[in-house]
């Protein structure tokens, strides 16, 4: 059986700790998590910072876009009581502990993004393959390519793309991963296997549920991203330690 990761979904978001905050990507580590998965946009100042949405009105109650904002005024607005953080903060606390998957959200200055994440990366000097770039924006995926061509790359479906397609797309602009919703694999199960025949790993999102988590075992997922890492880690392996990080396997890299 495939060893599978478990990746925290914006950390471990809970209501002590917001998604995408600092607390969150700690909480998802203290839990057992391989790595955790966090949003990355910019700001006016052309800062990478963890955030989610465009605007900050759900998460924090304010009518204001994140690249309306300068780091500075950012830094004073709340989420739940915790700062947004830069990308630069969440490899200090992951601090080489696990994969770091960035979903880099739609940008029109896909350039300046990767180069405020790429400072990021090498301010920490975090090792390559513990990071991912992911999207699912053509533009921005082109761009990592272009820009970080020695960093791992992950497409992530919506579930409305036609699935053929995106693997010949992704296997020709050398991307080593899939990133794709759990509906998607169920209604597609031969999906992981194809993916894994274009040396494409397959990481499945949002999953929740120890059941669906079991199914998606069987059908040898290399990794899941889920909200909730240390229910997902008992129920694979109750009461163990974190698994150790492992790169992806050669057989399923380009």
């Known amino acids: 059986m495939r060893l599978m990761e478990i990746l925290g979904h914006r950390g471990r978001p809970g209501p002590d700790t917001p998604e995408n905050t600092l607390a969150s990507v700690?909480?998802?580590?203290?839990?057992?998590?391989?790595?955790?998965?966090?949003?990355?946009?910019?700001?006016?100042?052309?800062?990478?910072?963890?955030?989610?949405?465009?605007g900050l009105q759900r998460v924090a109650g304010v009518a204001r876009g994140v690249r309306s904002l300068t780091l500075a005024e950012l830094m004073s607005i709340r989420v739940g009581g915790h700062s947004v953080p830069t990308v630069a903060e969440v490899l200090r606390v992951l601090g080489g502990r696990g994969r770091l998957v960035l979903d880099l959200k739609?940008?029109?200055?896909?350039?300046?993004?990767?180069?405020?994440?790429?400072?990021?990366?090498?301010?920490?000097e975090l090792p390559l393959p513990l990071v991912v770039l992911s999207s699912f924006d053509g533009a921005v995926l082109d761009a990592c390519a272009a820009m970080a061509p020695c960093l791992e790359r992950a497409v992530i479906l919506t579930g409305a793309e036609p699935t053929s397609q995106v693997l010949a797309q992704a296997a020709s602009r050398g991307d080593a991963a899939l990133h794709v919703p759990a509906r998607t694999v169920f209604g597609a199960p031969?999906?992981?296997?194809a993916a894994h025949r274009h040396g494409l790993a397959v990481?499945?999102?949002?999953?929740?549920?120890?059941?669906d988590a079991r199914l998606l075992r069987l059908l040898e997922v290399d990794a899941l991203i889920?909200?909730?890492?240390g229910e997902l880690r008992a129920t694979f392996i109750p009461?163990?330690?974190?698994?150790?990080?492992?790169?992806?396997?050669?057989?399923?890299?380009?």
């Open 226 to 229: 889920t909200d909730v890492p």
């Open 203 to 211: 990481r499945v999102w949002t999953v929740n549920r120890a059941v």
């Open 26 to 54: 700690a909480a998802a580590l203290a839990e057992g998590a391989d790595g955790v998965e966090v949003d990355v946009r910019l700001t006016a100042d052309g800062v990478a910072v963890c955030m989610h949405d465009a």
């Open 239 to 254: 009461g163990s330690p974190r698994q150790h990080h492992r790169s992806m396997s050669p057989a399923y890299r380009r």
């Open 106 to 124: 739609p940008e029109q200055r896909p350039r300046a993004l990767l180069s405020a994440v790429g400072e990021s990366l090498a301010a920490a």
């Open 190 to 193: 031969d999906l992981v296997a």
